[in-house]
């Protein structure tokens, strides 16, 4: 059993940046990645960004690439989702999730996540 919680959400204006945290209880952090979804209204829930337990490997939605990076502290028991550069379509409700597969590739479907935390919200004005 993994409980997560995000934080950091809020209203920026475009160009600004913001810090999401996803602080994980349960099961050892360190044995399983971690990855960031969104959900605008109206639209399905998307792929952001993936770590792996290390926090060697990453992989990113060509939306967000250059501009947010997925990082972990495994002493913390935390991921992290910082995003520059934001833009208005950004705007969406941010979920982390857990992945406890442990497979050889990261994963960008959500069925593939198995908990996941209640979302924050993230509003970029233009």
């Known amino acids: 059993q993994v409980q997560l919680v995000e934080s950091g959400g809020g209203l920026v204006q475009a160009g600004g940046s913001l810090r999401l945290s996803c602080a994980a209880s349960?099961?050892?952090?360190?044995?399983?990645?971690m990855g960031w979804f969104r959900q605008a209204p109206g639209k399905e829930r998307e792929f952001v960004a993936a770590?792996?337990?290390?926090?060697?490997?990453?992989y990113y939605a060509d939306s967000v690439k250059g501009r947010f990076t997925i990082s972990r502290d495994n002493a913390k028991n935390t991921a992290y989702l910082q995003m520059n550069s934001l833009k208005p379509e950004d705007t969406a409700v941010y979920y982390c999730?857990?992945?406890?597969?442990?497979?050889?590739?990261?994963?960008?479907?959500?069925?593939?996540?198995?908990?996941w935390g209640q979302g924050t919200q993230v509003t970029v004005s233009s």
């Open positions: 999730a857990a992945d406890l597969t442990r497979s050889t590739w990261l994963h960008s479907q959500s069925y593939e996540y198995d908990y």
């Open positions: 770590i792996n337990w290390s926090g060697i490997n990453t």
């Open positions: 349960g099961r050892a952090f360190s044995s399983y990645a």
